[in-house]
Structure formats: structure tokens, C-alpha cells
């Protein structure tokens, strides 16, 4: 390391879309202070975003959008070039902040060795607790015995759950470290916003309104959400919020036959401007996924701050964190009486309950903490 010019660090991030910018931007917010210089690489539109606030940038686009055999041999060529980028840059250090389904590309890489790596794992598919089908079942164990090679060879790994952290941990030992999702100081309650939005969906002032958000991917259980609305009292509403995802909204609005005027739909992308007013209007965010699901949930953030009760399913993540900092209410995704009652149940908790998780996943305490660990690496 250069003590002259401090620390220089290769971040990476391969996806624009969704929260990858918001995360990114977290990430580096408080490096400057602690004299950490960051070559950024990876997708043009963010280095189009940050060059401003950073060393250099490197566009470099990861096109996964092919068959198997040519999506891998694009990872693998995309990590080959990040290595070869960093050590061009001098770098200490090289920190993918989304190592998801690159695992096999570092591996196969050849290069991942030469610097310092850590690397961000958002989802633990590899996971067996995670597994539904005997061929993810024999996929995620040939990743666990990569990933294992890897971190043996001082490969360091950050996750935003303990659960995941335990499990990975039992791979190699001291291997990960687990650090609390980043979240905004900016979302805050709205009543002008609350207002604004419900008056939009024609509202009464005693309906209550359940939230899914970020569109339909399967995974999400927006269809769950469409048939538990049949068995709630009439002044229960559901809004959808986001683009079309793998379930459509036509199948959606089908499933909802005689409940057509209680199911509210936005299919598009939320801008960050309405993300506050919508969360705000809602008097219940619902967590209602799969057991496939592995990750932390950007919406339960953003519900933690803002202090929207949350009704979610008994997912080991999304249940570890809801019960820790007392977000709301946890249910077995196959008992929906048991989910109907904690939707029934929800109370409005007092906003001063939620200062702990604010203070924990606060975007001061993440970049720091992230700055700590690259030196901890070094």
C-alpha cells in the first residue's frame, strides 16, 4: 500500500438497474474522509453517474443476456478484465460489490489471487436452506465447493444477514462479515405525501392499505398478496408498485375477479422522488416471498425507517431482521390464517422505535464500515 496516497481500491459493479446505483453511491460516501481513492469498473450508465466523485471509471459491460456456455465465458472474461484493470491501476485492493453468480467466473478466472479481493453476496442461492429443486440442489453444491476454494484462498466475502454469515462461515471459518443493508436518512413519514397518493387511489380515510413493492418478480408473491385479499374485510385495498415482472398484471387482476376495485396497480418504474410518498401511504408493507428467496429486501428497509408495519413470510433473512429490530409481524408463508391475522393485527408502531435499526443501517455507518474492512484486508 502507498501510505503517500493512502488506499486505492478497484470497485466493480456490473448492474445499473434497480438499487445497484443507490447502493454504490452508499458505499463510497464517506471514502474521501478516510482516504481511500476508488477506480471505479464496471456498468457505463453508473460510471456516467460517478465520474465526478471518483478517481476514474471504466466502462465495462457484462452481457449475461446469452446462453449458459457464453454467459460464463463472459464472466470469466469480464473478472480476467477487472483484474487486469486494478493491477494497472495500482490497486491495494478489489471490491465486487455484487458478487452474485460470479462466483464460478473468479475461480475459473485464473487471476484472483494477485490482489486483494472482497466481495458483496446479496443472495445466498448456494445455500441448501435455500434450494427448492434437485438441479439447484446439485448446481449450489459445486458453488459452495468453489466458493469454499476461494475463500481458503483469502477471497473475503461481506453479506447483510448473520444467518447467512453462520452458514457461510461454517464453510471457512472468519471467512465473512456480516453488515446491516444500507438505508437513507432521506425516506421519512410523509402525511402530505400519504395524503397525496391515497387520494390518487380514491381512498376512504379508514381503508387500509397493503403494499408490494418492486414488481412481480415471482419470487416477490404478488399473487399471494392478490389472493389473500379475498379473505380480508372489504375496506382492506393491495397496491402493486412496479414494472411487470414474471407474473403479469392481467394475471394478477384475473386472480382478483370480484375484487377488481381493492387491487391497485402501478406498472412502472418508481422513481426515487415517489418511493417516499408510496410508502407513506401505506399502512402495511408485505414481505410475502418464496423459500427461494436468500436476500435482504430493499422494500423492508425503506418500511424500517419510515416506520410501516411489515407482515412478511417466515424467510430465515427478512424474519431475522423484522424480529431483531421489532419491524412487525412474522407468519409460515403455508398458514395464511396465520398471515391474515398478522395483516388483521398490524399496528402502527411508534416511530421512535425505529432509531435503533436507523442507527444500525445507517449510510455514515456502512461506508465506515466498509472503509475498516478494506483496511482489516490490507
Not at 459491460?61 to 491501476?89: G, M, S, Y
Request: proline fraction near 2%; glycine fraction near 4%.
Amino acid at each position: 500500500m502507498n501510505s503517500e496516497s493512502g488506499l486505492t481500491v478497484t470497485l466493480v459493479e456490473h448492474i445499473a438497474t434497480g438499487h445497484h446505483m443507490e447502493y454504490l453511491l452508499n458505499a463510497i460516501s464517506e471514502f474521501d474522509t478516510h482516504n481511500i481513492k476508488i477506480h471505479f469498473v464496471g456498468a457505463p450508465q453508473i460510471c456516467e453517474k460517478i465520474k465526478d466523485k471518483v478517481q476514474s471509471v471504466t466502462p465495462l459491460v457484462l452481457d449475461t443476456n446469452c446462453k449458459l456456455v457464453r454467459r460464463e465465458f463472459n464472466r470469466i472474461t469480464f473478472c480476467k478484465q477487472v483484474f487486469i484493470l486494478a493491477k494497472n491501476n495500482n490497486s491495494d485492493l478489489i471490491h465486487f460489490l455484487y458478487v452474485d453468480r460470479l462466483i464460478r467466473a473468479l475461480f475459473f478466472s485464473g487471476r484472483q489471487f494477485e490482489i486483494p479481493i472482497l466481495a458483496t453476496l446479496h443472495w445466498a442461492y448456494m445455500l441448501p436452506s435455500f434450494c427448492q429443486s434437485i438441479k439447484q440442489k446439485i448446481a449450489a453444491r459445486f458453488e459452495r465447493f468453489l466458493l469454499k476454494k476461494l475463500l481458503k484462498h483469502d477471497v473475503k466475502l461481506i453479506v447483510h444477514s448473520d444467518f447467512i454469515a453462520d452458514e457461510i462461515n461454517k464453510l471457512e471459518k472468519g471467512s465473512v462479515t456480516a453488515i446491516n443493508y444500507p438505508v437513507s436518512e432521506d425516506y421519512k413519514f410523509s402525511e402530505v405525501g400519504r395524503n397525496d397518493i391515497r387520494s390518487k387511489l380514491k381512498l376512504a380515510h379508514d381503508d387500509q392499505l397493503l403494499l408490494c413493492f418492486g414488481g412481480t418478480r415471482y419470487d416477490k408473491g404478488a399473487d399471494i398478496a392478490v389472493k389473500l385479499l379475498k379473505n380480508l374485510p372489504n375496506n382492506y385495498h393491495l397496491l402493486i408498485a412496479g414494472k411487470e415482472g414474471d407474473i403479469s398484471y392481467e394475471t394478477l387482476e384475473n386472480i382478483a375477479t370480484d375484487n377488481e376495485n381493492r387491487l391497485h396497480i402501478m406498472n412502472r418504474f418508481i422513481d426515487d422522488d415517489e418511493v417516499n410518498d408510496i410508502f407513506s401511504a401505506a399502512d402495511v408493507l408485505l414481505l410475502l416471498y418464496r423459500p427461494n428467496f436468500s436476500g435482504q429486501s430493499g422494500p423492508l428497509t425503506i418500511a424500517g425507517v419510515i416506520g410501516v408495519p411489515i407482515v412478511a413470510t417466515n424467510q430465515n433473512v427478512l424474519s431475522e431482521t423484522i424480529n431483531k429490530y421489532n419491524l412487525g409481524s412474522v407468519a409460515e408463508a403455508s398458514d395464511s390464517v396465520k398471515v391474515l391475522n398478522a395483516i388483521i393485527n398490524s399496528r402502527c408502531y411508534c416511530q421512535k422505535d425505529n432509531r435503533r435499526f436507523l442507527g444500525d443501517s445507517s449510510v455514515l455507518k456502512f461506508s465506515q464500515t466498509l472503509a475498516c474492512l478494506y483496511r482489516e484486508k490490507m
